[in-house]
């Protein structure tokens, strides 16, 4: 049996490791055997669904000693499963130490962020000269994220590319609504993500007051956590509508959150190419979209598969989900050509196939 081997931090559940274990599911419904090193002590969703799934899994650890020991253990696991490929998830420089030393098949480093305030330009520089020599391919969840590392080092362009996470299509994708959201006794928003600045939980707040004041229908479903948790409850108290929203937490399994919402919000500043507008989409769930600066808006195309736009402009945004609420057509129009979208750029078949184009350039 071939094997594969992923290297990942691990430490939340949010895009990078959801990008990772999805692909670890492809690969081991092709017979792979999969096998995870973590880098740190993983979170507690990340830790479920290693376990849920079967994968085996070794975690190195922090502290001062653990972090020399990464480079005996990442070259050690490689040694003894001889894979066939390997991919290595984050930016950790002994990562890219060990994982040199060993002949792979195919390796491949998959960056979702340059951490401007963590990490120099001229680190990062170091980091991807070594890293051009340790890996086949680099991969970019976004154009971005390519450009922004082409101007650190130009001559990654030899290895370069853009390459999307995998989402699945639940078969309930196939359901159409029959009626209006508006009949409905109660309509819910939701919102999912870390309470942090860039993501502008506090617009969604703001939002949360003018759809009140527009019909005391709507109700609101708020699934995450983080440093601002507090000041966003305080500002819906100081607004009166605390009652209205519902605070979930974390939540393990994101596909029964989508379920109980029939509208999601995404708001953001920056992010390179967010997941959580993709995933509501590929549950049957309507989305509107406000990101300031993301490679989404290259992605969707508003009207077309949602409401989408770069201002944070509220007041449109209420118009926008009067109309969703009001016309059931128009929403199926949106999931009819969302799910084209995720079959052709986000599907397990689509990334296989330029996979297999890297391997054969590399």
Request: aromatic letters at 14%; hydrophobic letters at 45%; one cysteine or more.
């Amino acid at each position: 049996m071939k094997t594969c081997i992923f290297v990942s931090q691990c430490l939340n559940f949010g895009g990078m490791e959801k990008s990772a274990f999805n692909l670890a599911l492809e690969y081991k419904k092709r017979n792979f055997k999969v096998e995870f090193i973590l880098l740190f002590e993983p979170s507690l969703e990340s830790k479920n669904f290693l376990k849920k799934n079967n994968f085996n899994y070794q975690i190195i650890g922090r502290g001062f000693f653990k972090t020399f020991l990464k480079f005996y253990k990442i070259a050690q696991n490689i040694r003894i499963n001889n894979p066939e490929c390997l991919f290595c998830f984050g930016h950790q420089f002994l990562t890219i130490f060990s994982i040199f030393l060993f002949p792979v098949s195919h390796k491949e480093l998959s960056i979702h962020c340059h951490h401007g305030d963590f990490r120099s330009k001229l680190l990062w520089k170091i980091y991807y000269f070594i890293a051009k020599r340790a890996f086949n391919s680099i991969t970019f969840s976004s154009s971005i994220m390519l450009n922004q590392a082409l101007r650190i080092y130009p001559k990654l362009n030899e290895v370069a590319y853009i390459n999307r996470t995998i989402l699945s299509v639940p078969k309930e994708n196939l359901k159409k609504f029959e009626n209006n959201l508006f009949e409905k006794n109660v309509i819910i928003v939701g919102g999912l993500g870390w309470f942090i600045k860039r993501k502008r939980f506090d617009l969604f707040i703001n939002l949360a007051k003018l759809l009140l004041e527009e019909s005391n229908k709507f109700r609101f479903k708020l699934a995450g956590d983080g440093p601002l948790k507090s000041e966003l409850k305080a500002r819906a108290s100081l607004f009166g509508i605390d009652d209205f929203i519902e605070w979930c937490g974390l939540v393990e399994d994101t596909k029964i959150f989508y379920k109980s919402i029939d509208i999601l919000v995404y708001f953001t500043d920056v992010d390179a190419f967010p997941i959580v507008p993709l995933e509501a989409m590929a549950n049957n769930v309507p989305v509107l979209a406000s990101t300031k600066f993301s490679d989404l808006n290259q992605v969707l195309e508003n009207k077309k598969h949602c409401f989408i736009q770069d201002n944070h402009d509220l007041n449109l945004l209420v118009n926008q989900i009067s109309l969703l609420i009001n016309d059931y057509k128009l929403v199926n129009r949106f999931n009819e050509s969302t799910k084209k979208l995720l079959q052709n750029e986000f599907s397990a078949k689509s990334y296989f196939s330029k996979f297999e184009e890297r391997i054969k350039t590399s």
